[in-house]
């Protein structure tokens, strides 16, 4: 889990500049643990929010700006879903994006690693 924050706050860090912010917020609830990291950046071009996590899926206004490979969300996406958990992003009202993590608060179980299929 370590690797998804440090991929969600960089890329927040990343894609917003200087002088904006990166706002990190946790919330116990019953059943999960919620976690959003939200930016006040250019935010996600809405025909993109479906792809996002896809391998390889670079943001039309990332490509040229921002070093990367498309693969940080993919990987992200990989390791919350083996903990059992979920992972969704959206643009805020007041702009910039928010990606959310949700994750059990009891595990169910963790497979393997040589077993990952998908």
Known sequence: MTQVFL???GNAIKFCGNGSHVYVTVV???TNVLVSVQDNGPGIP???LGSIFM???RSRGSVSAQ???GLGLA???RIVERHD?????ENAIDGGAVFFVSLPRQAKHLAPLG???S
Do not use: R
């Open 55 to 57: 391998p390889f899926q």
């Open 28 to 30: 116990d609830q019953p």
């Open 67 to 69: 070093p990367g490979t």
């Open 7 to 9: 991929n969600l706050i």
């Open 75 to 77: 990987i992200c996406k």
């Open 46 to 48: 809405p025909d993109e």
């Open 115 to 117: 077993s990952m299929h």
């Open 85 to 89: 958990g979920q992972i969704w992003a």
